[in-house]
């Protein structure tokens, strides 16, 4: 896999992994193409689509698109499913995730991601393994003021698209 | 539900992405941006140390803002300082910040190299994951000569955790990607090849990435992979769906393990061992037995896995090309997907039959297919899937069916270029050909590329003879109701460069031209609109009278604060242009286009540049004229001909109706003054416009040759205020203008509308503004009446229009989730409650059309409440003076039968039947 992209109904970036050495400029190019060409599509067509010389293949979950480029001889339907692997990690971590989690917590989607995939390809496919990894990282953490965990929460405003989990359509 | 800041919470970054979400515009929140890094970079400048945790949150927040697209040029130095954190977290941030914003600087580099050598020698297996997981991401030369060397000895050390193993495997793989030279494995090799014997399925699984890279570069070295992979794979397929535990992905044993097993095969010929090899075609046997079982379960996730298996064991199959058996069954297989209902497994069954239809064993099996892919071809709705199904054709393409694929072909792919290049070829008169064209992207607009349209654009201005009928035929084209957006594109050219040709016919008037083109442009992408915003801005420099319409146009925070940055900057820079510049500077910016260079035709040019069977016809047009004749099967064709034979290659030229004269122009102008004598008392009630208001607030209410009427309103609860906006289009004053507003019958106790008189006189090309505030005291269905009367010239002019306020204007919008609203529904359950109506589709069915409609009609759009996705359901509480009425909608439209059932349930009957009524006329 050469890179995946998290990004909203409304073309925002959520989460960007580069597997392949490019400049800033050159992601952000890449990015606004693929975002236009990837929302412009209807409901019904088919997940892949060829690009420059790579294969695209995307999925929407609610209010998010998942989109991966991979090369010629790699599977398409293998990342569908590494895509729907890593929603149901995040709706595991997170707990019937959505977009606002991923929002708020983006360190969190990239290292639950670095632990699924690593330099583009699956490193651990294990549900079980890879939720183990991270939350025995989460026990590692220092003890934190318990105020600042109630209230970061209830910072967050709630908008009825980004919140609404990603599994529910 | 808020989202729960799991783990370490930085309350401070929550709130700063809070403050970023809440800026209201691009200017707000680099505002907030430049004083969040002007903070971050005094604490880090500041003489008191920072903790651990301050340092953590500012670089956290550091890289929130370079991920939303900011340039970040400091904090790296300390984001490196997180690195030797002892606190986990704090470590964490550090490498995730180094990983995304990579930096050349060699002493930095240096200081990295070694926080990240400390963590591999830590023995702590999470913090050496993390330093591996650093070098995969960054994977720079650098990394690669701190660490090739390092790397593999803990990859195959007997001590080392499954977890760190994984990661290793991987991150070398990387290395190997950008510095093959460096990563050398040598004594490695065989420690690495057995790693496909591990106990642990993650470890193979990351493993088999590398070894698979390695194979491809070094066969021989690696080669001894290929047995253990048999046997690995052997094990797999044999397995029952529960003993891979959690490897096993919706009752399919180790999809992903077993697809990469079958791509490292197929680096390799097949095994000369022959327990191997049939150990191997008997794994090949079972996959594509297990195809043809039930499935276990019915999530797509399910059969995708599967087929994932299935189709790599296909790549495989048509890799050794040796077994004619598997090959044949393979070709089975994929003729089965060709039907299958899922878009994936269409076009991948037509991706992969491609590959199959070149091996002698399958090519005839293949063949059987043609019928369902030439049907493909015709009927996938899918432009990618088509794609797939004429490479199928081409590669299943012999002796013994070429006469049918390439009258397929050339029935459907590249007659559109070919009608272009004929047209074009024969062209006599010039009339004759933008006939033709305009025609073909009437006919086949979806299939026109944008050379072709190109194309029309060069002629038309090369050549002064023809543009004056080109205005006059988009202008015509323009009038149906639904026409190809490449017709507005070269609609919206042609009429912006040479609208003023035709602009003296009063049915064809700037303003007329203007809002033809203008009615087009909600429905069109992204480069239309810009392209039309274009054409206005060369509309206010040909025709001054139509400059404040187009700046009220542009001025609209749809345009001015258009999400996209393209328009937006259009919008923005065409106002201004047009505000401050001279009539003169205008003129000189907005030239006419000066003639193209005559060069050779795009068309053409893309033709040429077509591999498969187009270059064939390619080089038959080239041949010239005689060719061309055989052709288009009409023989004598010269040079000299007439235009027909490319008429007859669509009969398009009898369908033609743009030369006929413009009879149903006259229809387009509401001309209520026709019979208006000089002493006409009364006119009848002009409800034109009235409809086109019920999902919007602003826009033109009803324009004729004298005056134009534009709206903008606005509403809260149950009050509203409506602005009239009168413009005298003549250049004579209009006298004694008044204006009365009524509310019919019942409607004077419904609502409330007040009103203050106008000025009397309106000079000649001026505009007068009037402010209506309104109330509604109770639900109404009528709608009040506006009465204009003025002198033009003599004549009295009166008219009377039905003003759009309409009781959908006071929703408040309602959220609430999938429960409440069924909940509500129920309660509403009384028969009067319920209006429904079932109508036909008038309009473009388009998702985004809908719901911008549903949304202007006030109510809130509730997604994931109907179990169909195709449907819609809506919201919202009527606010009145004495009461409030709830309101639940529910819109079910069927593409296929272009139908549309509607359904408002209102807690007071006679909203439901209003609201239905208004709606059933909008969709």
Redesign the interface.
């Known amino acids: 896999m050469q890179f995946m992209l998290l990004f909203s109904r409304q073309g925002k970036l959520r989460l960007q992994k580069w597997y392949v050495p490019l400049s800033d400029k050159e992601k952000k190019k890449i990015t606004r193409e693929l975002v236009q060409t990837v929302l412009a599509r209807k409901p019904k067509m088919c997940s892949f689509l060829e690009w420059r010389d790579l294969k695209i293949v995307y999925k929407r979950y609610a209010s998010l698109y998942f989109c991966c480029a991979i090369e010629d001889q790699d599977n398409e339907l293998i990342t569908l499913e590494i895509i729907h692997r890593y929603v149901e990690l995040l709706d595991k971590y997170f707990g019937s995730v959505c977009e606002l989690d991923i929002i708020f917590n983006f360190e969190k989607a990239y290292f639950i991601l670095d632990e699924f995939l690593l330099g583009g390809e699956a490193q651990e496919t294990s549900k079980k393994n890879v939720l183990k990894a991270i939350e025995q990282a989460d026990l590692l953490q220092e003890n934190i003021d318990y105020q600042t965990r109630l209230f970061a929460g209830v910072m967050v405003p709630s908008m009825a698209s980004e919140s609404s989990g990603l599994f529910q359509s | 539900?808020?989202?729960?800041?799991?783990?370490?919470?930085?309350?401070g970054l929550?709130?700063f992405?809070?403050d970023i979400?809440?800026c209201k515009s691009k200017e707000a929140e680099i505002k907030r941006i430049n004083k969040e890094l002007a903070n971050i970079r005094s604490k880090f400048k500041g003489d008191k140390a920072l903790d651990g945790?301050s340092k953590k949150k500012y670089v956290?927040k550091l890289?929130?803002i370079f991920?939303l697209?900011h340039d970040i040029d400091f904090g790296h130095m300390e984001a490196v300082n997180l690195l030797s954190s002892n606190?986990?977290?704090e470590k964490?941030?550090g490498y995730?910040f180094i990983s995304v914003l990579v930096n050349s600087n060699s002493e930095l580099i240096r200081l990295i190299n070694n926080a990240i050598k400390n963590d591999l020698s830590s023995r702590n297996p999470?913090f050496m994951?993390l330093a591996?997981?650093c070098i995969?991401?960054v994977?720079?030369r650098e990394m690669a000569e701190a660490f090739a060397s390092e790397i593999p000895r803990i990859l195959v050390a007997g001590d080392t955790m499954d977890?760190v193993k994984?990661?290793a495997a991987?991150?070398l793989?990387?290395l190997y990607?950008?510095s093959p030279d460096l990563v050398l494995m040598g004594e490695w090799t065989s420690r690495v090849v057995h790693l496909l014997n591990d106990q642990h399925?993650?470890v193979v699984?990351?493993a088999i990435?590398l070894i698979t890279c390695l194979s491809q570069k070094n066969p021989d070295e690696f080669k001894t992979c290929v047995s253990l992979a048999v046997s690995r794979l052997s094990r797999i397929v044999s397995s029952a769906s529960t003993d891979l535990q959690?490897?096993t992905?919706y009752f399919v044993p180790?999809?992903?393990?077993s697809?990469?097993l079958l791509?490292l095969l197929?680096c390799y010929p097949p095994p000369e061992d022959g327990a191997v090899k049939g150990r191997l075609v008997e794994c090949l046997e079972t996959i594509l037995n297990k195809a043809q079982e039930p499935p276990k379960s019915k999530k797509v996730?399910h059969s995708?896995?599967k087929?994932?298996i299935l189709?790599?064991a296909i790549a495989l199959i048509i890799h050794y090309d040796s077994e004619p058996n598997l090959l044949v069954r393979a070709c089975n297989q994929l003729g089965q997907f060709l039907q299958h209902r899922e878009?994936?497994l269409?076009?991948?069954a037509l991706e992969s039959m491609c590959t199959l239809a070149s091996s002698e064993f399958s090519h005839e099996a293949v063949k059987t297919h043609i019928e369902t892919v030439i049907n493909a071809l015709k009927t996938e709705?899918?432009v990618?899937?088509r794609?797939r199904a004429a490479d199928l054709l081409y590669a299943m393409c012999d002796r013994s069916n070429a006469k049918q694929i390439v009258a397929e072909m050339l029935s459907y792919l590249e007659t559109v270029l070919k009608v272009a290049i004929l047209a074009e070829k024969y062209a006599v008169d010039y009339s004759w050909y933008v006939d033709t064209i305009l025609n073909l992207i009437r006919i086949a607009g979806d299939y026109v590329s944008e050379e072709v349209w190109y194309r029309v654009i060069q002629i038309v201005i090369n050549r002064d003879d023809v543009q004056g009928y080109a205005a006059k035929t988009v202008f015509e084209a323009l009038q149906a109701p639904a026409c190809h957006e490449n017709m507005v594109k070269v609609g919206g050219y042609i009429l912006g460069e040479f609208g003023n040709l035709i602009a003296g016919d009063p049915r064809s008037s700037p303003l007329v031209q203007f809002n033809l083109l203008h009615s087009k442009f909600h429905l069109c992408?992204v480069p239309t609109r810009a392209l039309l915003l274009s054409a206005y801005i060369k509309f206010i420099n040909l025709f001054p009278e139509t400059k404040a319409t187009i700046q009220e146009v542009l001025r609209c925070d749809s345009q001015i604060r258009n999400?996209d940055v393209e328009l937006q900057q259009r919008a923005v820079e065409y106002l201004k242009l047009s505000s401050i510049a001279s009539t003169d500077v205008l003129a000189t910016v907005l030239e006419e286009m000066p003639p193209f260079p005559e060069r050779e035709s795009s068309i053409l040019a893309k033709l040429k540049k077509k591999k498969g069977p187009g270059a064939v016809s390619v080089t038959e047009m080239e041949d010239g004229k005689r060719e061309g004749g055989e052709l288009n099967g009409g023989g004598d064709r010269g040079p000299d001909s007439t235009p027909s034979p490319s008429a007859d290659l669509l009969g398009i030229r009898s369908a033609a109706p743009v030369s006929a004269a413009p009879t149903s122009a006259g229809s387009l102008l509401v001309d209520v003054f026709s019979e208006a004598g000089p002493a006409a008392s009364s006119a009848a009630v002009n409800d034109e416009g009235f409809l086109r208001f019920v999902c919007k607030n602003n826009g033109v209410l009803f324009e004729n040759q004298l005056l134009q009427i534009g709206i903008k309103s606005e509403y809260r609860q149950n009050l509203g205020r409506m602005y009239l906006f009168y413009g005298n289009k003549t250049s004579v004053q209009f006298a004694s203008f008044t204006t009365t507003v009524s509310c019919p019958g019942e409607l004077c106790s419904q609502l409330n509308v007040q009103s203050k008189p106008v000025e009397p006189l309106v000079e000649g090309g001026a505009q007068i503004q009037q402010v209506l505030n309104i109330e509604c005291l109770t639900d109404f269905s009528e709608a009040p009446l506006l009465n204009i009367k003025f002198r033009y010239g003599g004549a009295l002019q009166n008219l009377t229009l039905k003003l759009p306020v309409t009781i959908n204007k006071f929703f408040q919008p309602t959220?609430m989730a999938s429960q409440d609203f069924f909940q509500r529904w129920k309660q509403l359950s009384q028969p009067q409650q319920e209006a429904q109506k079932i109508f036909k589709a008038n309009n473009s069915m388009d998702?985004e059309v809908l719901k911008a409609k549903l949304l202007g009609l006030g109510m809130?759009l509730l997604?994931?409440v109907d179990p169909n996705?195709e449907n819609y359901v809506c919201a919202g509480v009527i606010q009145t003076k004495g009461q409030q009425v709830g309101c639940l909608l529910r819109l079910e439209p069927n593409a296929q039968a272009q139908m549309y059932r509607l359904t408002l349930r209102c807690s007071k009957d006679s909203v439901s039947r209003r609201l239905c009524e208004l709606l059933a006329e909008q969709f």
């Open positions: 539900m808020p989202a729960v800041s799991k783990g370490d919470g930085m309350r929550a709130v992405i809070s979400r809440n945790y956290c890289l929130f991920l697209g606190k986990y977290t964490q941030i995730l999470t994951c591996l997981h995969a991401n994977g720079s977890s994984q990661s991987l991150c793989l990387r990607k950008t399925m993650g699984t990351a990435s959690d490897y992905y180790a999809p992903w393990l697809c990469k791509r197929q996730q995708n896995a087929n994932a189709f790599e878009t994936n269409r076009y991948l709705r899918d990618s899937v794609q992408s999400s959220e998702t809130a997604d994931n996705p």
